[in-house]
């Protein structure tokens, strides 16, 4: 009888003591990502570059970006960019390739929940090559470009843009030596991984 009741006692301590444990949800384990860390986004632009000069070609292409973003719940986001892009023109037996690699920034300005303004600014090297009449030329220099434009928020991992950037790239090669400024429009998406 001494027994049963030591053991009735010590299974109602127990179940006690269980019943007033609170249950306590895990919190963000180590390597998730939270909204105010700094998250990838991967984004495609098609772009069509008015030259600056008349004589000068225009160009068409597209970009694409890798991109590390800050999506915490501010008024200013901040967006480094690696880029890379593609750009071709033809113009009375000319044809231009050129392919800009450039670091970036952007400077995102919420103006509502959905929508952002932003202000951009990138520089790097263009690597190029001009062909007038079957004679190719290397027509690669320093480039740089800003701009500014609209972010459009779809979904929580999906924007839309639309922007403007003015670009120059300086040729400073023995075939060419040249000032090559463009008006750039670009229309694009990314998304948020």
């Known amino acids: 009888m001494k027994k049963l009741l030591s053991i009735a006692t010590l299974l109602a301590a127990l179940s006690g003591a269980a019943s007033a444990a609170p249950y306590v949800l895990p919190g963000n384990m180590p390597g998730n990502l939270t909204p105010y860390d700094i998250q990838p986004v991967y ?14 070609m225009d160009t068409y292409g597209a970009r694409l ?36 690699v450039t670091a970036g920034y952007d400077l995102n300005m919420e103006l509502s929940d959905s929508v952002m303004f932003y202000i951009s600014a990138k ?13 190719s030329a290397d027509a690669s220099g320093f480039t740089y470009s800003v701009g500014a434009g609209l972010k459009f928020q ?7 843009n639309v922007g403007y950037e003015f670009g120059r790239t300086y040729f400073d090669t023995s075939e ?14 990314g998304c948020q991984f």
């Open 43 to 56: 984004s495609v632009e098609g772009l069509y570059g008015i030259a600056d000069e008349s004589a000068e």
């Open 65 to 100: 970006r890798l991109s590390l973003y800050s999506d915490g719940a501010t008024d200013l986001r901040h967006q480094f960019s690696i880029n890379l892009a593609g750009m071709w023109g033809s113009e009375d037996g000319a044809d231009l390739f050129m392919m800009p």
């Open 123 to 135: 520089a790097g090297y263009c690597f190029g090559d001009l062909d007038v009449g079957g004679d």
């Open 154 to 160: 779809c979904s929580e991992s999906i924007y839309l």
């Open 176 to 189: 060419v030596d040249d000032i090559y400024g463009q008006h750039i429009i670009s229309v694009g998406i």
